[in-house]
């Protein structure tokens, strides 16, 4: 079946350096969505990528879905604390044998030291 | 403005006990979708549903029952509680199934001793 892998699982960094988590599917996407989830929290969208190549921005965050749309990313500029959480991307298998529903990756734990 | 709301919050129970957890959501939905999470191995599909009356399975649904006679509500059912089933569940739900966010629930954090 379907596999999302996404690495790393966990990322330290220092407050104001960057972060990137990588998110690799085993079959080519319809679309991929990504998601956090802070300590105690549940997950919460954050945004969803639809065309290959596509680069979305959301204030300090960068998403990219790959060419072959079977890979995407999510680049963090400049971390703070208020990053701190699992950043999780899901995708929808573009041969239909997922039925439309989401497979998560196992998600990257961030935490941020001020 | 409730949102989605699960019931109850944490929970312990025994080995082979039945126990439901509760999911409601007001915004008229029509899929709803039940995960486990564990560390390392992020969000697993137990079951969803596309409409009352019509559920199936996902990644890991062996030990579960799932029913959604109303729209609103989507209980999940351990059978027989084992200790493999001790995790953190969440509901979810989507307007649609394709291209649509889901909405989380606050979680159920569940312990089987």
């Known amino acids: 079946g379907q596999q999302v892998m996404q690495i790393p699982q966990y990322q330290h960094v220092q407050e104001g350096e960057d972060f990137t988590t990588y998110c690799n599917s085993s079959?080519?996407?319809?679309?991929i969505q990504w998601y956090k989830q802070r300590p105690g929290g549940h997950p919460v969208f954050l945004i969803q990528l639809v065309k290959s190549g596509e680069v979305k921005k959301q204030k300090r965050l960068t998403f990219q879905f790959g060419e072959a749309k079977k890979n995407s990313s999510l680049h963090i500029t400049a971390t703070q604390t208020t990053d701190v959480g699992t950043y999780f991307c899901?995708?929808?298998?573009?041969?239909?044998?997922?039925?439309?529903?989401?497979?998560f990756g196992q998600g990257t734990i961030l935490t941020v030291h001020p | 403005d409730a949102g989605i709301t699960q019931s109850p919050r944490y929970k312990i129970t025994e080995t082979g006990r039945q126990v439901t957890l509760m999911c409601h959501q007001t915004w008229s939905h029509s899929y709803m979708f039940w995960y486990r999470q564990d560390l390392g191995h992020g969000l697993r599909l137990i079951y969803y549903s596309a409409a009352a009356d019509i559920t199936d399975k996902g990644e890991v649904p062996d030990g579960y029952v799932v029913s959604r006679s109303k729209t609103e509500n989507f209980p999940l059912t351990l059978e027989s509680a084992t200790r493999s089933q001790t995790s953190v569940y969440f509901c979810a739900s989507s307007r649609e199934l394709n291209y649509n966010e889901q909405f989380f629930g606050p979680g159920t954090r569940l312990t089987v001793l």
């Open positions: 079959t080519t996407l319809s679309n």
């Open positions: 899901a995708g929808i298998d573009a041969g239909g044998t997922s039925y439309g529903k989401l497979t």
